[in-house]
């Protein structure tokens, strides 16, 4: 079946750092896949999505690249902030169901 | 434009009460789904609804729980005899398509249900 694995957590940056977080998938198909990020006591919100092969999706200085032959998602982001302290969420959307992966929690320290 | 609507925010029930979780979705939107997030943990699916349907269910305990999205009005998650182990977030979210994957789903603020 479909299945989502993202790197553990927690992951502990400075601000300024470069940030990876890993994110890989099993699909029949071919799905489209989603980064939310949830602060705490909130909902989860989209960061950014891809629809396709190749597509690379962006925003808030957020990206991440949709990699069929990797079956990969990772979202990367060159230059934290302590307001990016959240806990980021990798996703896949196949037909009605959107599948989750167990969530990466980020601390960036001042 | 509203987003999704969740109420209520926080919820304290004891011990053999019922709970009942209301969700409007987004303005023209007709698909929900409910998902529960337990501590520290990600988000499992539980049910997804039309107007009037159950389309999926296939995450939901078999016993004490239900899900209802009526004509009118709100969806509702209820649950019945609460144990502690149900204590946990319930996410309600909304999509104005089923079929197509390139549509994002859209989530409320969550439910915060504890049981005493």
């Known amino acids: 079946g479909n299945s989502v694995t993202q790197m553990e957590g927690p992951v502990t940056l400075s601000e300024e750092a470069f940030l990876t977080i890993n994110c890989t998938y099993t699909?029949?198909?071919?799905?489209?896949l989603f980064w939310y990020v949830q602060y705490p006591g909130e909902g989860l919100q989209l960061l950014l999505k891809?629809?396709?092969?190749?597509d690379k999706g962006s925003n808030k200085g957020f990206e991440a690249t949709y990699r069929k032959e990797t079956t990969s998602f990772h979202l990367e982001k060159g230059s934290v902030q302590v307001s990016d302290s959240a806990v980021y969420f990798c996703?896949?959307?196949?037909?009605?169901?959107?599948?989750f992966g167990a969530g990466t929690r980020l601390f960036v320290k001042a | 434009n509203a987003g999704v609507m969740q109420n209520p925010r926080h919820l304290v029930r004891r011990r053999g009460q019922e709970a009942r979780l209301r969700c409007s979705p987004m303005?023209?939107?007709?698909?929900v789904y409910w998902y529960r997030q337990l501590p520290e943990e990600g988000l499992k699916f539980m049910v997804y609804l039309q107007k009037e349907n159950i389309i999926d269910e296939s995450g939901m305990p078999k016993e004490r729980f239900s899900a209802e999205f009526p004509k009118e009005g709100p969806s509702i998650l209820r649950i019945q005899q609460v144990v502690r182990g149900d204590s946990a977030a319930y996410f309600c979210?909304?999509?104005?398509?089923?079929?197509?994957?390139?549509?994002?789903?859209?989530f409320g603020e969550g439910s915060w249900l504890t049981v005493v």
């Open positions: 303005k023209g939107h007709s698909h």
């Open positions: 996703a896949l959307r196949w037909g009605f169901k959107t599948i």
């Open positions: 891809a629809t396709k092969a190749d």
């Open positions: 699909a029949t198909g071919y799905p489209s």
């Open positions: 979210a909304s999509s104005p398509l089923d079929t197509d994957s390139g549509n994002t789903i859209y």
